[in-house]
């Protein structure tokens, strides 16, 4: 019973003193709805994560390894936000926006060299997003996330059919995605792929390749089939693309 105690304190914080104070300042102040208790956060969360400036945090809020948490001036966290930030950490940019119930999830126990989370200046990752950064997820400025979102810098090894997969191990390269981006809902980004700066993720891709600057790409698997500086749109032409 102590073994697996101890196993679960060690998902959760640095030691056992910092689960006990971790939690407990979350107990006290994470329940307190309204501009009330945002305000008291703004405050006392301070002695949990490293905060630049002020930072707007709903009730319902879960933080692990707190003290890897990283918040930029302007930062918005919304109700039911799950962050669990262990070595590697996660970082939010300056105004921006993680919105209800998104699950930003480093959870690196496998001392993989470049597992973390970091998000530029004024991106959204909207409703129910799933971030898994075990291999490092870095998304520039002024991204958009639709809404059940998954970047997942994070694979299985399948290739021994005498074991288990659940026993083989896994793959983190990395996912890159450039400023200026929009990705749709329902996308999937899988791991080792990078997207490039002005990017038009459709709804429901899902994106197993490389995408390059101003490219407009859709499907399963996703496929390019614009650039939008050789072809411009014309607003006529956005009724024929399904992003959001």
Not at 167 to 196: E, H, K, N, P, Y
Request: aromatic letters at 6%.
């Amino acid at each position: 019973m102590f073994k697996q105690l101890n196993l679960y304190i060690s998902r959760q914080a640095t030691s056992l003193p910092r689960y006990i104070y971790e939690q407990t300042l979350q107990a006290l102040c994470g329940w307190v709805p309204s501009i009330v208790g945002i305000a008291l956060r703004t405050l006392v969360y301070r002695k949990l994560v490293q905060m630049e400036g002020s930072a707007a945090i709903e009730d319902g809020v879960r933080l692990r390894f707190a003290g890897n948490v990283r918040l930029g001036r302007g930062t918005y966290l919304d109700h039911g936000v799950y962050l669990h930030a262990c070595p590697g950490g996660i970082q939010i940019g300056p105004e921006s926006l993680v919105m209800k119930n998104a699950i930003l999830h480093v959870y690196n126990f496998r001392n993989l060299p470049h597992a973390g989370i970091s998000i530029g200046a004024r991106s959204l990752i909207g409703e129910s997003c799933i971030l898994r950064g075990q291999g490092g997820i870095t998304i520039g400025d002024d991204v958009y996330l639709g809404t059940l979102v998954q970047i997942l810098a994070v694979n299985h090894v399948f290739h021994d059919t005498s074991r288990p997969i659940s026993r083989q191990g896994i793959t983190a390269q990395g996912i890159s995605i450039g400023s200026g981006s929009w990705i749709g809902s329902g996308a999937i980004i899988l791991d080792g792929v990078t997207i490039g700066r002005n990017v038009v993720i459709g709804a429901g891709a899902v994106v197993s390749k490389d995408v390059p600057d101003y490219a407009v790409a859709v499907g399963n698997p996703a496929r390019v089939v614009r650039n939008l500086q050789a072809e411009p749109l014309e607003i006529h032409d956005k009724e024929r693309l399904v992003v959001y």
